[in-house]
């Protein structure tokens, strides 16, 4: 895990994802500033605002499957997994703690 990245260093490094903890699930949207170079750099695509992830037994974000970061970063970003990779990949980071939680295998290549 990593701590006390800056907003800049996170947003030009690859797409970043936040996340916040709900009483029964969790909620993941864009970083504000990926959010705009998505824009910018991909005007046609659609994507969804911000995802929400249930859980029936209360669980931490550590365990979601690799597979489901795959599909959580493809709905934000409207990106594919190849589009996504070729941009530097992708970190899920709370956006208080700064603390990241997963990033893709390519997020720091």
């Known amino acids: 895990m990593k701590t006390g ?12 994802i936040h996340y916040s903890t709900q009483r029964d699930g969790f909620v993941f949207r864009l970083h504000p500033l990926t959010l705009l170079s998505l824009q910018k750099r991909y005007p046609e695509r659609r994507r969804v605002d911000s995802l ?18 795959q599909h959580i970063s493809q709905l934000l970003t ?26 893709s295998a390519l997020a720091y290549a």
Do not use: C, M
């Open 5 to 16: 990245f800056s907003d800049k260093t996170l947003a030009e490094s690859n797409i970043i």
């Open 78 to 103: 409207g990106l594919s997994s190849t589009e996504i990779e070729q941009v530097g990949g992708f970190s899920v980071i709370h956006p208080v703690t700064q603390q990241e939680i997963y990033h």
């Open 52 to 69: 929400l992830i249930g859980y029936d037994k209360q669980r931490s974000p550590e365990q979601i499957d690799e597979g489901v970061w």
